[in-house]
Every structure is written in structure tokens, then in C-alpha cells.
């Protein structure tokens, strides 16, 4: 089978394609003919080592795919070839086949194409529990998304839409900030056009409800001022690669709620809820993901740049049907 290959650690440019030996399923695996898979930013840091954990080179990357059932390994049930899933993990996705646990697979609904299937996982189930779970996001609430042009942003802004909530988008350029609008974003703000503390207090006097934040860097402290009395900042990552210092008077003087998201984090039953809830919003046609950018295998190294160097809207798809 074709792969790309991370054969060392380094920048985007090291990946590789190349013939790879057919993998096959194990006890509790399937081995999933690859459709279309995403793009995310901790692939470009796992291929520069700059990830939280490291995986040993040579390897494939790739987080987020979608694809068919075509082996069964032993002992592995819920699943028949043929059978079209979508799944995640660390790595491997890009490639014209990868092996997956089946615990970690779920069924792609009927209707929802490849690359649909393939952008949906990762980003929107991260907003989705961040919103509801972590942020308690409630309908007419002032949200602020940071970084509202990207994968999880745009997810977020789309998701706190279709919640109820009232969507200021905050992006670093009109092309990212246009695509936000388009998705029900209220207010839109670009932040190198001038002071970001500032355009938040007129676009927000009496103050945001929540603010979620996968970006980190210059942007966090003029958002975290820009909540109300109470109000709940949620960080998601830091995609700017920069990890910002928080005042914490800020937090002191406005009772402010300074939270982390992580999907272990969320109780088991609303964890449940969320997921079906999601799946509804996908099935219904009512939030769809953003597809930016479409490579091949063969250019999965420019996929990689583009993600790296912070030009995706919404997602990146490498397809491979």
C-alpha cells in the first residue's frame, strides 16, 4: 500500500510517500480501506517531535480518518467489511489503509460523504463538549471564539450557533472571518486590524459569558478581560504555539471561571448526551463542517504546510478515494 512516511523528525517537508507492507487486524482490530482523512495541527508536531508525547520515526501520521471495513481481526465484533466508519488516533491515517481498534470506530451515518465524515470527528466533538460540558453554554449567552477561522474554532462557531448562543468571532484576516460570518457568526473581529481589548468592549459592553480559546498566545488576556461578572474561559490548545500568562487579579476581580478542556474530563453521561446530540446535528444537516482545502496522497506534505503555517479555514482533507 502507499503511505506518508515521517521518516525523521523536522518540518512538514520530511514526510515522505511510499510503498508500505499491507498491515492486517489483530484481536479487537479492523483494518479500515482509507477514504479520506484530516489534517490537524498536532500531526505537523508529532512529524517535528514537538508534540506532548513522541512517537518514534519512521511512522505515518494522520489523526482523523474515514474509510471502509475491509479485515476482521479475531475476537473483534460490531463491525462487518464492507461497513463505512470513521475513526481517530495518534497516527496513521495517512495512508491507503490503517489498522484501528474497533472500540474506537463508530458508523458513518447514511448520506454523509467522505470527506464530510473525515473533518466532523476531532474538531466539532471538541467544541461540542467543550461547549456544552466544560463552558455550561446556554441559549442568548455572549460567546467569543478565539482563533474562529480554524478547525476547532470554526467548529465552535458553528456549534455555539446552532445552540442558541449569540457568536463574536475573532480571527487574523478577513478571508478566516468571512467563512465565520457565512456560519451565523454575529460579530466579527479581526485582531491585527487594532487593539482586541478594546473591539471586544464595544462589541460586548456589558460583558461575554464565555470565551473559548484553542489559540493561546497575545490573544487570551484581552478576551479573558472582556467577560462579564462570572463569566467562563475555556482553553482548548494552543495553536499559536505560544502558551499565554494570565493575570490573576483578572480572575479575582471579576469571578471570572478559568477552565481546561479534556474529553476525559467530561462525566461519562453527558459524554453520552453530547454524542448523540452531535450526531443529530450531523445527520440533520443542521452543522456541517467546513472544508478549506482538498490534497492527495501525493501532496500530503503540502497539506501539512498549509496547516502548519496557519492558512486552513476550517479543515484540511487529504482524499484518497
Do not use: W
Not at 41 to 64: H, K, M, T
Not at 109 to 131: I, N
Not at 234 to 250: E, K, Q, T
Amino acid at each position: 500500500m502507499r503511505a506518508a512516511v515521517c521518516p525523521q523528525y523536522g518540518p512538514p517537508e520530511v514526510v515522505r510517500v511510499e510503498e508500505r507492507p499491507e498491515p492486517s487486524a489483530g484481536p479487537g482490530q479492523v483494518v479500515v480501506r482509507v477514504e479520506a482523512a484530516a489534517v490537524n495541527f498536532p500531526d505537523v508536531l508529532l512529524v517535528a517531535d514537538s508534540y506532548q508525547v513522541s512517537v518514534a520515526p519512521p511512522f505515518v501520521p494522520g489523526s482523523e480518518f474515514t474509510g471502509v471495513v475491509d479485515e476482521i481481526g479475531p475476537h473483534t465484533t460490531g463491525f462487518t467489511v464492507g461497513e463505512r466508519v470513521a475513526g481517530t488516533g495518534m497516527f496513521g491515517a495517512f495512508a491507503e489503509r490503517v489498522v484501528a481498534d474497533a472500540a474506537g470506530l463508530t458508523p458513518v451515518p447514511d448520506g454523509v460523504d467522505a470527506r464530510t465524515a473525515a473533518a466532523f470527528g476531532v474538531a466539532h466533538r471538541t467544541a461540542y463538549h467543550a461547549l456544552r460540558s466544560t463552558a455550561r453554554l446556554s441559549a442568548d449567552d455572549e460567546l467569543v471564539v478565539l482563533g474562529a477561522g480554524g478547525g476547532v474554532g470554526l467548529a465552535t462557531v458553528q456549534l455555539g450557533v446552532a445552540l442558541g448562543a449569540r457568536v463574536t468571532a475573532v480571527a487574523s484576516s478577513n478571508e478566516k472571518l468571512a467563512v465565520a460570518g457565512g456560519y451565523g457568526a454575529a460579530t466579527l473581529i479581526n485582531h491585527r486590524d487594532g487593539e482586541l481589548r478594546e473591539a471586544l468592549r464595544q462589541a460586548i459592553p456589558d460583558g461575554a459569558d464565555v470565551v473559548v480559546d484553542p489559540v493561546g498566545g497575545d490573544v487570551s488576556e484581552p478576551a479573558l478581560r472582556s467577560l462579564g461578572r462570572g463569566g467562563r474561559f475555556v482553553s482548548v490548545g494552543f495553536a499559536s504555539g505560544v502558551i499565554p500568562r494570565i493575570p490573576l487579579n483578572l480572575v479575582l476581580i471579576k469571578g471570572v471561571h478559568v477552565l481546561g478542556f479534556q474529553f476525559q474530563d467530561v462525566p461519562a453521561d453527558e459524554f453520552t448526551r453530547n454524542e448523540v446530540e452531535l450526531r443529530e446535528l450531523l445527520v440533520s444537516g443542521r452543522v456541517k463542517p467546513h472544508v478549506g482545502a482538498v490534497y492527495s496522497l501525493d501532496d500530503t506534505v503540502a497539506a501539512l504546510r498549509h496547516v502548519s503555517d496557519g492558512r486552513a479555514i476550517g479543515k484540511v482533507v487529504i482524499d484518497l478515494s
